[in-house]
C-alpha cells in the first residue's frame, strides 16, 4: 500500500471542498471496499477523508412520511430498523442478502451505494480495464465473462453494479441526497443516479468531484408485499448472479427491478406495467435488447425464471 496523508472532516461541507481541492482524495468511512482496492493497487488516494465523525448516522422520518437514511448508517443497523423492516421490506431483505455480517457491521449505505463492479479484469491489473484505465480495452469482452452483464453493456464496458441495497433503492424510488464544495446541495434520483458505460466506463454515477453523499431519502411507503431474491453461486457472501427486488400490490400491479446482470439496478417501465399479466409479458419487457455472451447466456433463463417465482410469491399474480 502506498503512502497517504489523512484528516478528519469536521462538516460535510468541509469534507466536499477537501476532496475537491485535493487531488487525488478520497472519502472513506467503513472502507469496505476501498482498502481491498487500496491493497491491489486499483486506488492509489494521496489523501484520505473520514467522514465518520460527521453525524451522518441517523435514520429519520421526513415531514411527509418517508424517510431519511443518514450516509453513515451500516447496514446491519439499517436492516434491522423498525420502520425499514415494516415499510420497507425489500430494503431490509436486501441488506440481508449482502455481504457477510461482520462486512455489514463496518458498511454504510453511501459506501454500499459507491461500491466498485466485481468484475474479474477490474481487479486484475495484469489486464485491459477501460474503468479502472481508460482507453486501456476490455479483457472481459471476449473474455471470461459468466458473471457480467447482459443488459446495459457497450463495446468498452460489460461490467455488472454488486450492490443489493441499490436494486431494492431503485423500486423504493429512493433520491441520493449529496453536498458539494461550495455548501449547495441536491437531491440525484437514483433512477438517474447510475450511469451507463457508453465510452466513459470510468464514469459511474452523476457525482461531481468533491461531492459527497450525506442521506438516502425514501418516499412515504406504498404498502403491497415486498420481496428481493437473490440467485448466487453459493448460499452466502456472494454477488449476485440474477437479483429481483419487487413491491407488489394487491391489485397485482407493483415495480421490479434487476440486479447483476447491468451496470445499474435493471428496471423498465414497460415490464412493471405488465405485470399483471404475469411472468413472460413482464419477461419480454424488461430483457428486451439483451445481449448475452456465450458464458452468460444462462442469465436470460436466470432472470426469467427468478422473475416468475418471485411473482408467484403472491397469490394475485399469474407467475
Not at 479483457?139 to 431494492?168: E, K, N, Q, W, Y
Amino acid at each position: 500500500m502506498r503512502v497517504f496523508s489523512y484528516q478528519k472532516a469536521a462538516t460535510p461541507a468541509e469534507a466536499a471542498a477537501a476532496a475537491l481541492h485535493t487531488p487525488g482524495a478520497r472519502f472513506i468511512a467503513g472502507g469496505t471496499n476501498l482498502l481491498d482496492l487500496m491493497k491491489l493497487e486499483i486506488e492509489t488516494p494521496t489523501h484520505l477523508i473520514d467522514v465518520n465523525g460527521l453525524a451522518l448516522d441517523k435514520v429519520e422520518t421526513t415531514a411527509d412520511g418517508g424517510l431519511r437514511i443518514g450516509a453513515l448508517v451500516r447496514n446491519t443497523a439499517l436492516a434491522a430498523h423498525a420502520t425499514v423492516r415494516r415499510d420497507y421490506g425489500v430494503l431490509s431483505r436486501a441488506l440481508l442478502a449482502g455481504a457477510s455480517a461482520q462486512l455489514r457491521n463496518k458498511a454504510t449505505t453511501a459506501g454500499n451505494l459507491l461500491q466498485r463492479t466485481r468484475c474479474p479484469y477490474f481487479y486484475d491489473t495484469n489486464q485491459a480495464c477501460n474503468k479502472r484505465v481508460p482507453g486501456s480495452g476490455c479483457s472481459a469482452i471476449g473474455g471470461f465473462s459468466r458473471p457480467l452483464a447482459i443488459l446495459g453493456g457497450s463495446d468498452t464496458c460489460i461490467a455488472t453494479h454488486p450492490s443489493d441495497m441499490a436494486v431494492a433503492m431503485r423500486v423504493l424510488d429512493a433520491g441520493i441526497d449529496t453536498v458539494r464544495a461550495d455548501g449547495a446541495v441536491r437531491t440525484i434520483p437514483i433512477a438517474d443516479f447510475y450511469r451507463l458505460p457508453g465510452t466513459t466506463p470510468q464514469l459511474e454515477t452523476l457525482l461531481q468531484p468533491g461531492e459527497l453523499i450525506t442521506s438516502v431519502t425514501l418516499p412515504p411507503p406504498v404498502g403491497g408485499t415486498h420481496v428481493y431474491r437473490k440467485v448466487r453461486d453459493r448460499a452466502s457472501y456472494a454477488f449476485a448472479l440474477v437479483s429481483v427486488a419487487a413491491i407488489i400490490l394487491p391489485d397485482g400491479t407493483g415495480r421490479l427491478a434487476l440486479g447483476g446482470v447491468a451496470p445499474q439496478p435493471w428496471r423498465v417501465a414497460g415490464a412493471e406495467q405488465a405485470m399483471p399479466a404475469g411472468a413472460a409479458a413482464v419477461n419480454e419487457r424488461l430483457l428486451a435488447g439483451a445481449k448475452p455472451t456465450a458464458d452468460n447466456a444462462y442469465k436470460l433463463i436466470l432472470a426469467q425464471r427468478t422473475v416468475a417465482a418471485v411473482l408467484r410469491e403472491t397469490p394475485v399474480m399469474k407467475g
